[in-house]
T-cell receptor
Framework: NAGVTQTPKFRVLKTGQSMTLLCAQD?????MYWYRQDPGMGLRLIHY???????AKGEVPDGYNVSRLKKQNFLLGLESAAPSQTSVYFC??????????????FGPGTRLTVT | AQSVTQLGSHVSVSEGALVLLRCNYS??????LFWYVQYPNQGLQLLLK??????LVKGINGFEAEFKKSETSFHLTKPSAHMSDAAEYFC??????????FGKGTMLLVSP
């Protein structure tokens, strides 16, 4: 099993450009999450999904959109990138409550720089 | 609302010394608690978890943590530090259905 994979690993954008980050998991997890990690801030939740076709806002959702068209994929979009979105982005997934362990499994991250 | 406080953004120990990383949480419902480790330029890896079974939890690489409800704490310990333990450690809290809330992290530095 590949676990949780993220594409791309690195990206440099100019202010105003758009991009989509792809997260894929092969563990049949129902729940998926997008976080951003900034120095001294820990991980902060951007958006999450509790099933195919559903999404919800996390702690820092502004400037981002998400879609969960297939159970195994969770996409994070930046419509108009800003320097404040320079960060490392992590995707995670876990089983639905009652269906398996409660811990989240993390991808390797995407390092995004917005100039 | 849930929250996590990790005391000390950096902790330095000598190789072979005790490691103690502190975590206090706030939760309105019985919590599930986790410690994750992050090595440079990598994702997060689960060290151990508390999900309302035994209060002393053993994890990978010789780490353990004790859930103390009266103190709302879940401190991480290891009897003898190794150079390979140098990494950033995150404590996190959730309930059964909701999302994880992370602390800001503690960087563990291990000197020879």
């Amino acid at each position: 099993n590949a676990g949780v994979t993220q594409t791309p690993k690195f990206r440099v954008l100019k202010t105003g450009q758009s991009m989509t980050l792809l997260c894929a998991q092969d563990m049949n997890h129902e729940y998926m999450y997008w976080y951003r990690q900034d120095p001294g801030m820990g991980l902060r939740l951007i958006h999450y999904s509790v099933g195919e076709g559903t999404t919800a806002k996390g702690e820092v959702p502004d400037g981002y959109n998400v879609s969960r068209l297939k159970k195994q994929n969770f996409l994070l979009g930046l419509e108009s990138a800003a320097p404040s979105q320079t960060s490392v982005y992590f995707c995670a997934s876990r089983f639905k409550a009652g269906q398996g362990p409660y811990e989240q499994y993390f991808g390797p991250g995407t390092r995004l720089t917005v100039t | 609302a849930q929250s996590v406080t990790q005391l000390g953004s950096h902790v330095s120990v000598s190789e072979g010394a005790l490691v103690l990383l502190r975590c206090n949480y706030s939760s309105s419902v019985p919590p599930y608690l986790f410690w994750y480790v992050q090595y440079p330029n990598q994702g997060l890896q689960l060290l151990l978890k508390y999900t309302s079974a035994a209060t002393l939890v053993k994890g990978i690489n010789g780490f353990e943590a004790e859930f103390k409800k009266s103190e709302t704490s879940f401190h991480l310990t290891k009897p003898s530090a190794h150079m390979s333990d140098a990494a950033e450690y995150f404590c996190a809290v959730s309930d059964r259905y909701s999302t994880l809330t992370f602390g800001k992290g503690t960087m563990l530095l291990v000197s020879p």
